[in-house]
């Protein structure tokens, strides 16, 4: 491949990030893997031989994750950004933050890149989005229904980002579990097909893919005042403001 693209996968450091490192690495772009701390970080650059770099940091730090923005932007603007990192057993505050506040402040403080894609869940369909947003009272299904929401909202306000969303499906992953139902491999797939295909079905915005094919989701992520009470909910819960539809998209706050 000539012109391979600059990618950020963050979580990467197993499971379906991983995999998804190593096929793109293998394709011919330039990866940057992800990792919560150094000892995780060193055993990802040998897991996935070929990666350009690492970045380290806590997602349920948010200081922590206004300096992977930084450490971000100093390599450069990124073709592409995968927000896979997610826990599931976790507190309510934890997974609100990994889930939902991390994907919002790194999408508001990055350089903006070309595409971007979130990791959402069948689950969400369970999920209810609150008024007034409690992250100590937030579920696993209510945390990948706001993501979508997330999604959707930056589809809508940046359209010159294609953002899309993806439900892997259950996979036996370390988190999924040896008996989860779902094909291992086709559950990275459609990261890495939204990621760097250019056929016209990958190249949407706004859609919410399972196995490279778009779905119907949970009318409450489409709603519009509802995507912009979670922008504004997310603002005032980290002190980040999701910025305008800029071009370079260069003006950070924090």
């Known amino acids: 491949m000539k012109h391979g693209k600059t990618i950020w996968i963050t979580g990467s450091s197993d499971g379906l990030g991983m995999l998804a490192a190593r096929e793109l690495v293998q394709a011919g772009h330039r990866v940057v893997l992800h990792a919560r701390n150094p000892e995780r970080a060193r055993r990802a650059m040998q897991q996935v031989p070929g990666a350009v770099d690492v970045l380290v940091g806590d997602l349920t730090q948010p200081e922590e994750v206004k300096r992977l923005a930084e450490a971000a932007n100093q ?110 491999e086709k559950g990275h797939q459609t990261q890495v097909w939204l990621a760097v295909s250019n056929e016209s079905e990958a190249r949407v915005s706004g859609k919410y893919f399972f196995h490279q094919q778009p779905q119907p989701f949970h009318p409450e992520a489409s709603n519009e005042k509802l995507q912009d009470h979670l922008l504004k909910q997310c603002q005032k819960l980290s002190g980040v403001v999701f910025p305008k539809n800029t071009p370079a998209n260069r003006e950070h706050y924090y």
Not at 86 to 91: C, G
Not at 95 to 113: E, G, I, Q, R
Not at 118 to 146: C, E, F, I, T
Request: proline residues 6%.
């Open 75 to 184: 390599i450069g603007r990124f073709d592409v950004v995968i927000h896979n990192a997610w826990v599931y057993r976790a507190s309510s505050r934890d997974l609100f933050m990994v889930n939902v506040l991390a994907p919002y402040m790194l999408t508001s403080l990055m350089l903006k890149p070309e595409r971007l894609i979130y990791l959402s869940s069948d689950m969400h369909w369970q999920g209810k989005a609150q008024l007034n947003l409690d992250p100590d009272r937030v579920s696993y299904a209510d945390s990948k229904l706001y993501v979508l929401m997330l999604c959707l909202a930056v589809a809508r306000l940046w359209p010159d980002v294609l953002a899309n969303a993806v439900n892997p499906g259950w996979v036996p992953t370390k988190m999924g579990g040896a008996h989860a139902p779902d094909d291992l």
